[in-house]
Antibody, heavy 120, light 111 residues
Framework: QVQLVQSGAEVKKPGSSVTVSCRTS????????ISWVRQAPGQGLEWMGR????????DYAQSFQGRVTITADKSTSTAYMELSSLRSEDTAVYYC??????????????WGQGTLVTVS | QSMLTQPPSVSGAPGQRVTISCTGS?????????VHWYHQLPGTAPKLLIY???NRPSGVPDRFSGSKSGTSASLAITGLQAEDEADYYC???????????FGGGTKLTVL
């Protein structure tokens, strides 16, 4: 059973960058994609991007293009999400999730526990 | 701004049935992409509740059911229980965005 464990909470200053890690276990890292989804306080879920570790291929949501970089380390089965030029509106809980992709679309399961990033 | 539209809140008494709607467009649900539902308890990560429109992962009670028609989908919960109080999100793929879209979430209150 795949499990995703994320790094701990971060406090960052505006203009800086943050990197959140997502360590996976219980599956074959190369056989699936990892996505990042964020949730601002009291708000809904927002897809940020994904990586296919096998292909080292990434896709990003347009609203994050140029500011987000998702990478993967196959040797440690860990995915990373770096968000730069932080502003207060980036204060949110950031989740990683395994992405299952078929011709009928995408779904996310399971999810990491979430990482709170506070920009202040 | 969410690409999928959900009611902000629904409520029902224990034992009752509630439904949560999810309205999309011709670039996501209406294009034939599957709808998935997640529930989220306060302070916890979302969890897959219904996948591919109407399928329940192992362990999800059959009180939860999903359906899809045209550009919309809905989640039904029968025999409401206090533990069902949570936020519920629908999600699909959007071909114009080449990525995922979520509904804004619906807060279910069990009266």
């Amino acid at each position: 059973q795949v499990q995703l464990v994320q790094s701990g909470a971060e406090v960052k200053k505006p203009g800086s960058s943050v990197t959140v890690s997502c360590r996976t276990s219980g599956g074959t890292f190369d056989s699936y994609s990892i996505s990042w989804v964020r949730q601002a306080p009291g708000q809904g879920l927002e897809w940020m991007g994904r990586i296919i570790p096998l292909l080292d291929m990434t896709d990003y949501a347009q609203s994050f293009q140029g500011r987000v970089t998702i990478t993967a380390d196959k040797s440690t089965s860990t995915a990373y999400m770096e968000l730069s030029s932080l502003r207060s509106e980036d204060t949110a809980v950031y989740y990683c999730a395994r992405l299952s992709s078929t011709t009928s679309g995408w779904r996310f399961d399971p999810w990491g526990q979430g990482t709170l990033v506070t920009v202040s | 701004q969410s690409m999928l539209t959900q009611p902000p809140s629904v409520s029902g008494a224990p034992g009752q049935r509630v439904t949560i709607s999810c309205t999309g467009s011709s670039s996501n649900i209406g294009a034939g992409y599957d709808v998935h539902w997640y529930h989220q308890l306060p302070g916890t990560a979302p969890k897959l509740l219904i996948y591919a429109n109407s399928n329940r992962p192992s362990g999800v009670p059959d009180r939860f059911s999903g359906s899809k028609s045209g550009t919309s989908a809905s989640l039904a919960i029968t025999g409401l229980q206090a533990e069902d109080e949570a936020d519920y999100y629908c999600q699909s793929y959007d071909r114009s965005l080449s990525g995922s879209v979520f509904g804004g979430g619906t807060k279910l209150t069990v009266l």
